[in-house]
């Protein structure tokens, strides 16, 4: 599987910026995703994740009702859209895949592969 992410760039506080993550290698449909942030000095966190049907999503306390995952599944593409932003929310966000999970999980350790990642720059 391989997965390319985009749509990062610098927006002010309190404006939007919508992600993607475009996969190839497998039925995307097949498999759930997941978008994590890391930012300078930080560890990597997850942010929110969504099953193989986009039924069931799951999300960080830290972007719960700011932030919305969907995917596409004709598309072969997942999205995260990023509202209110704030400041604490730059990062390099990395899209994944969990292969064989049934369920989103906020855990990094199911996820199979991981896209190089897109930076989101929010000044205030």
């Known amino acids: 599987v391989q997965l390319q992410a985009s749509g990062g760039g610098l927006v002010q506080a309190g404006g939007s910026l919508r992600l993607s993550c475009a996969a190839s290698g497998r039925t995307f449909s097949s498999y759930a995703m997941g978008w994590f942030r890391q930012a300078p000095g930080k560890e990597r966190e997850f942010v929110a994740a969504i099953n193989w049907s986009g039924s069931s999503t799951y999300y960080a306390d830290s972007v719960k009702g700011r932030f919305t995952i969907s995917r596409d599944n004709a598309k072969n593409t997942v999205y995260l859209q990023m509202n209110s932003l704030k400041p604490e929310d730059t990062a390099v966000y990395y899209c994944?895949?969990?292969?064989?999970?049934?369920?989103?999980?906020?855990?990094?350790?199911?996820?199979?592969?991981w896209g190089k990642g897109t930076l989101v720059t929010v000044s205030s």
């Open positions: 994944a895949a969990d292969l064989y999970g049934v369920a989103p999980t906020s855990d990094e350790y199911d996820y199979d592969y």
